[in-house]
């Protein structure tokens, strides 16, 4: 068998309908995003399909040069075509998540293409299955949506930060949903916490018996992480924006977290993530991979891995953020008692419906900032929405009172 082809597929993601009278293939693209979708062609008519997330249009760009790389190839040495991309890109400097998400986008296909012709799911070729359902958590930021989850099953909530720390938000979703609901919180490694700020926010949500803290601190800083890991006895999580093991090495080794996030769309592929899932496990670490702006291919990929591997924690899923998801690609997937079904079909169980896809073309992936405004750091402006952040406010932005925690 032979490697044909390789072609992708780019969505754009919740843009919303143009304004009247403008120009064909305009549109209004605030707050929306990219996933993209790849599929590998062989010349006995078997197809695989893949996800690489990270930054699709440049991703889909990578994937593409890689053709010359691939076709011709035989698909069944998955490791070997790995390391030859991975040998391609060494004079360009590597290129961290996105090469990430272009050697996952094709590797995943390549599995997906080996459970095809060997007529098994993925996760029989990896060793066979620890459980048949993996346990999912979705976003909660108030009661009610914390509420919504669980009526749908959800037995796991993450709580997000976004702009502001406020204990007394996680506080309120416990109330809510009381201890039989594991519940997280993703701070996003803001860069104008300092590791005091840090220290303080993990401790004030220790009585909260939180499964994690997410990215309590930037987590490019990995000596005021392990500042922040030294006070605090709360479980840590992080490395969703890393990929490879060679990314993910320093937190396992230092042992930094409790935790790892690999992200399913550019962790490396479905074998990087077995073997993450391994250095892991050495060290008494579990996986929750990350899932917070994949489509749904890429979880078909996740299920398989997770469910082959003893340290499996639980799977983020998006249950509501764009309708088309449920369009894009089939079958499904649906939580039953907060659970996923692991899919039981040859390959990974998933293709790419594309008369749908062709109806969200991508343009572009790139956040929205909001207008300059001559450096005032005030709230909404690009000088607060920048990375290095200048912290003024400090009073508004930090509210660790915890006034509704436990006794
Ligand atoms: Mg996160």
Not at 91 to 105: C, D, E, K, P, S
Request: charge should be negative; glycine fraction near 10%; include cysteine.
């Amino acid at each position: 068998m032979k490697i044909t082809d390789i072609r992708t597929y780019l969505v754009q993601v919740g843009a919303r309908p143009p304004a009247p009278g403008a120009a064909p293939g305009e549109g209004d693209f605030r707050g929306s995003r990219c996933w993209l979708f790849v599929k590998i062609v062989t010349d006995e008519g078997i197809e695989g399909v893949g996800e690489g997330s990270g930054w699709p249009r440049v991703i889909e760009t990578a994937v593409q040069d890689f053709g010359h790389v691939l076709v011709g190839e035989d698909p069944a040495n998955i490791d070997r075509l790995w390391h030859k991309m991975y040998a391609a890109a060494m004079g360009h400097g590597m290129l961290g998540t996105v090469l990430g998400g272009a050697l996952t986008a094709i590797e995943m296909a390549l599995w997906d293409i080996k459970g095809k012709v060997l007529g098994q799911p993925v996760w029989n070729l990896l060793g066979g299955k620890f459980r048949d359902t993996i346990p999912v958590y979705g976003h909660a930021k108030t009661p009610e949506t914390a509420k919504k989850h669980t009526d749908l099953g959800y037995r796991g909530l993450k709580v997000s930060f976004t702009g502001a720390v406020n204990v007394d938000k996680v506080a309120a979703v416990r109330d809510a949903v009381g201890p039989d609901v594991d519940i997280m919180v993703d701070a996003h490694g803001p860069s104008w916490m300092t590791p005091g700020d840090a220290i303080v926010l993990a401790r004030k949500l220790e009585p909260l018996d939180l499964l994690f803290l997410e990215d309590p601190i930037a987590p490019e800083n990995l000596d005021a992480f392990q500042r922040v890991r030294d006070a605090t006895t709360i479980p840590l999580a992080a490395g969703e924006r890393v990929s490879t093991i060679w990314g993910i090495r320093p937190y396992i080794e230092r042992e930094l977290v409790d935790v790892i996030q690999p992200d399913t769309g550019r962790a490396g592929g479905i074998t990087q993530m077995r073997k993450m899932a391994a250095m892991a496990e050495g060290h008494f670490i579990t996986m929750a991979p990350h899932s917070g702006s994949l489509g749904p291919l890429a979880e078909f990929a996740a299920l398989h891995v997770m469910a082959t591997i003893p340290n499996a924690l639980m799977l983020e899923r998006l249950e509501i953020d764009w309708p088309g998801r449920y369009d894009v690609v089939s079958p499904v997937l649906k939580v039953v008692d907060g659970a996923i079904p692991v899919p039981d079909v040859p390959g990974l169980g998933v293709e790419i419906v594309e008369e749908e896809v062709a109806k969200y073309p991508g343009r572009r992936n790139v956040s929205d900032l909001p207008a300059d405004d001559g450096w005032s750091y005030e709230p909404g402006t690009v000088t607060e929405a920048v990375y290095f952040q200048t912290r003024m406010r400090r009073a508004a932005r930090l509210s660790l009172k915890a006034t509704g925690a436990p006794k």
